[in-house]
């Protein structure tokens, strides 16, 4: 996920967003995201801004990591050693790690999930150029660690092709999996509908917007 060097006076880009039902999701989120800071901090050799944002409005959590600008910083907070993750911390961490490997198993192993051989010959091309597309964005894959990638059968509009707002979204949401949960997921800014639905109704250009908006941390 992306990490903003800023100083005090501007505004971190959002790194992760999730509807707020999703606990489990989130608390391996947080988690992970912890974990990051802590590296990224040491990394750096100073201090890193941890911060999660509850907007009740827009229904939605946000996690962002922001890399301080050392000079206004260090001046601001003496620097602490951040060490390792305690044992608890570590144990919530791999039951959090083990409960998101199971739930992508969960949804690569459904019905409507694809193999890449079974998506070619769904959209009449090569397994080649299936592999090309999902490269290119313009078709979506999900990685497995034992099933490969899968690809979504509703990805395909009613004339049998990728909705052609596919490209856009891995451009504006920059991985698969973020571009499978904005889909799945219920939007306020597309009046509550899923951004998959309110593709189906043809409202590519909404679509993209709200995206962008989650991009940008604008949940209004």
Known sequence: MPVTKTTATETPN?????????KADFEKALLNQYTKAVQLSQKAGHQVSFRVVVDPR????T????????????SAFPAEEAGEPDDELKA????????GRRRVAEILSEDDMLSAEAFSDLLGVSRVTVNTKRQNGQVLGLDGAKR?????????????RPYA?????????????AVYRFLVSPHGALDGRTGLDALKRG??????????????????
């Open 14 to 22: 959002i790194a992760l967003s999730m509807k707020l039902p999703r």
């Open 92 to 99: 919530a961490l791999s039951d959090a790690r083990e409960r």
């Open 165 to 177: 707002a596919l490209p856009k979204l891995h451009e504006i949401l920059a991985g698969a999996w």
């Open 203 to 220: 409202q590519d250009s909404d679509v993209v917007a709200a995206a962008e908006g989650i991009a940008r941390g604008d949940f209004r």
């Open 58 to 61: 827009a229904g939605a959590q």
């Open 148 to 160: 490969g990638f899968r690809f979504p059968a509703w990805q395909l509009d009613q004339d049998g």
């Open 63 to 74: 996690i962002s990591i922001v890399e301080e600008d050392p000079l206004v910083g260090d």
